[in-house]
């Protein structure tokens, strides 16, 4: 396992929600820029949002006004709730800390389908 640990991932209907967490260690969750990443199926990875150490948000256009990215310094666990999923938000999430290099999760499924 790496440092950065994803969970929360699954099959929801469309208009549904779902939370991702993504859990590291303390020093990592401390200093580094926490963020999500996405890839569906024959696409490029995209950014989605990231949250600095001074609790900033940055969302992607596309998820702006339904995703919600947040963080726990004290459970060193980064969220994304997920709210009206669309059939276009499928694809594997995944969790990085940036801080000059970046570490990577290996990523959660997250499938919006009914």
């Known amino acids: 396992q790496g440092p950065l640990v994803e969970s929360g991932g699954g099959l929801v209907q469309p208009g549904g929600s779902l939370r991702l967490s993504c859990a590291t260690s303390a020093n990592i969750f401390r200093l580094y820029t926490m963020g999500w990443y996405r890839q569906a199926p024959g696409q490029q990875r995209e950014w989605v949002a990231d949250?600095?150490?001074?609790?900033?948000?940055n969302y992607a256009d596309s998820v702006k006004g339904r995703f919600t990215i947040s963080r726990d310094d004290a459970k060193s666990t980064l969220y994304l709730q997920m709210n009206n999923l669309k059939p276009e938000d499928t694809a594997v999430y995944y969790c990085t800390a940036s801080r000059g290099l970046t570490y990577w999760g290996r990523g959660t499924q997250v499938t919006v389908s009914s």
């Open positions: 949250i600095p150490s001074d609790y900033s948000t």
